[in-house]
């Protein structure tokens, strides 16, 4: 059974292509926006996040690779806020 209560130390911050900015605080979150609302649904980065989402609810593997992963869809994207996501690293 998931678990959507889990979160990240740190947030990921997306640029969206609407030009939103967004933060995901968990692997839930990431997880339903890379299946409902992602904008390029392929790439090898984009289905390794939704399987280490997916693993992190479960509880298969730690939250923080997940979040990784998602970083990582996130650039591939081209849609992680560099300027934020640094600012939030370097404030904890």
């Given amino acids: 059974m998931t678990e959507p209560q889990i979160s990240w130390r ?4 997306a640029r969206l292509q609407s ?8 692997p839930y979150e990431a997880q339903d926006f890379l299946r409902h609302e992602w904008p390029v649904r392929h ?6 996040a939704i399987r280490q989402c997916e693993a992190a609810l479960n509880r298969i593997c730690p939250a923080e690779i997940a979040r990784e992963a ?12 560099n300027g934020i996501a640094a600012n939030s690293e370097a404030a904890a």
């Fill in 10 to 13: 740190i947030p990921v911050i």
């Fill in 19 to 26: 030009g939103l900015i967004r933060s995901f605080a968990g």
């Fill in 43 to 48: 790439g090898r980065h984009y289905r390794n």
């Fill in 70 to 81: 998602f970083i990582a869809a996130c650039i591939e994207a081209d849609c992680l806020d």
